[in-house]
């Protein structure tokens, strides 16, 4: 055996036998060959878990890679997101993107990779400007990125027109560029369009990219409060007409929280139909819907409760970090999935194994990825969380003390706390 982990306790959701022991995991290559609640004699390398709960690493599906650590140290007026909303943020980005230097996006992204890393993440999605001012600029300083990190960090990069295509040729033509010069899946933003009418047109366009590339579609929907907004129907009924079911994802859908309840009944059954992955993004959302309501305040997350109980397959995301969207942003994905679990009422035990499933099996569903999960003959992928449940998970959101990728140990982190003997038990 290559590498054995000793005395870890198997995620719970996972263990059939056991449901609630410790267990021996042995690694040959780049396969985990063997899970035993005996003990196995020890590897080449020999890693002791200590009773820390084994489970298979994060995905982190909906972060924007051109922007993260741009708010500025010098807390510089004209790049403050007064307002706190959405469209004064797009607006700042808008003129930053202009001079964005490529080595200094490149900088940035990596960091925030390595920190998504370094709390479990091995499969990212980012998405990419692609629009008339920075045409494909920021497109090839993140494609630098994707390939810095080639078989540490899997990187889906999403071509993302954010300023809107249906009254833009000129972007259109840019998204099909970005998909020959390195874009992996066709993004979209409907809402951002004049009206319901434009947001079909762009969805259209989205799905003529999509086929010609034959590629997976991952788009930001009705992220507004405005429950005139129902992009994610017109999106589910073209799913099903282009047959294109399980490879299409919906971030956002704040509008939904706004839906009156036969909208809801009738769009929901279309989602499961269409098998849409809803990607929420609580961290953002809550910070930035809701600002220039009249009570009550909407805070744009969908009913992540009511969505996971009709069987639609929720994951979530960190959207941004440290920038004009978004002061704050850790990278790891316990924090949007406690922030989920307060925001869309994942209270009960069966809701709160969702919320912690959502930065993972969740996410796994959307991205296609079948042997995923700590069993036998599956790849190496795993994570060390210093806690023993997925509530302790949620309610600590530790970074994991081990990140494997294929049997090999991407990060290791010390774990040691030590109260002074006049500190009280
Ligand atoms: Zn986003």
């Known amino acids: 055996m290559d590498v054995t982990i000793h005395r870890a306790l198997l995620d719970r959701a996972l263990a059939v036998d056991d449901p609630a022991g410790f267990v021996d995991i042995g690694i040959s290559g780049d396969k985990i060959v063997e899970i035993s609640t005996d003990e196995l004699s020890p590897g080449h390398v020999a890693i002791q878990a200590r009773g820390q709960l084994a489970i298979p690493p994060f995905f982190e599906p909906h972060f924007h890679l051109d922007n993260p650590l741009l708010w500025p140290s010098d807390q510089t007026a004209d790049l403050i997101n007064q307002s706190g909303t959405l469209f004064e943020a797009i607006d700042i980005y808008a003129r930053v993107k202009k001079d964005r230097q490529l080595d200094d996006l490149i900088d940035k992204a ?85 009206d319901l009418d434009d947001a079909a047109k762009q969805i259209e366009i989205i799905f003529n990219i999509a086929k010609k590339y034959n590629t997976s579609i991952d788009m930001h929907v009705d992220e507004i409060d405005d429950p005139y907004w129902r992009s994610l129907e017109l999106l589910a009924d073209k799913t099903i007409a282009e047959n294109y079911q399980g490879r299409v994802s919906a971030s956002h859908c704040c509008a939904m929280a706004a839906w009156d309840e036969a909208t809801f009944q009738r769009i929901i059954p279309k989602v499961i139909a269409a098998q849409i992955t809803i990607v929420t993004n609580p961290l953002t959302n809550l910070f930035l819907q809701g600002r220039e309501d009249q009570p009550p305040v909407r805070r744009g997350v969908p009913p992540l409760d009511r969505l996971i109980k009709a069987g639609v397959n929720v994951a979530c ?11 704050f942003g850790s990278m790891n994905p316990l924090d949007a999935a406690l922030f989920a679990a307060h925001a869309g009422y994942l209270t009960t035990p069966h809701l709160i194994r969702k919320a912690f499933e959502m930065p993972g099996y969740s996410a796994a569903r959307s991205f296609g990825i079948q042997d995923y999960g700590l069993k036998v003959g599956n790849p190496a992928h795993l994570l060390l969380l210093p806690v023993q449940s997925e509530l302790d998970a949620l309610r600590l959101h530790p970074s994991p003390t081990l990140v494997m990728r294929a049997g090999k140990v991407l990060v290791q982190t010390e774990v040691r706390q030590t109260f002074s003997e006049i500190v009280p038990q």
């Not at 295509?165 to 993004?187: F, H, P």
């Open 317 to 327: 995301g960190h959207d941004d970090m440290n920038n004009m969207f978004y002061p």
């Open 110 to 194: 990596s960091q925030a990779v390595r920190q998504a890393l370094s709390n479990g993440v091995l499969w990212f999605r980012g998405h990419v400007d692609i629009d008339p001012d920075s045409k494909l600029k920021m497109l090839q300083g993140v494609v630098a990125v994707k390939r810095k990190f080639s078989g540490i960090v899997d990187i889906g990069i999403i071509a993302f027109p954010q300023l809107g295509m249906a009254r833009s040729s000129e972007t259109v033509d840019l998204m099909y560029q970005a998909m020959e010069n390195g874009a992996d899946l066709v993004g979209g933003i409907p809402h951002i369009e004049k």
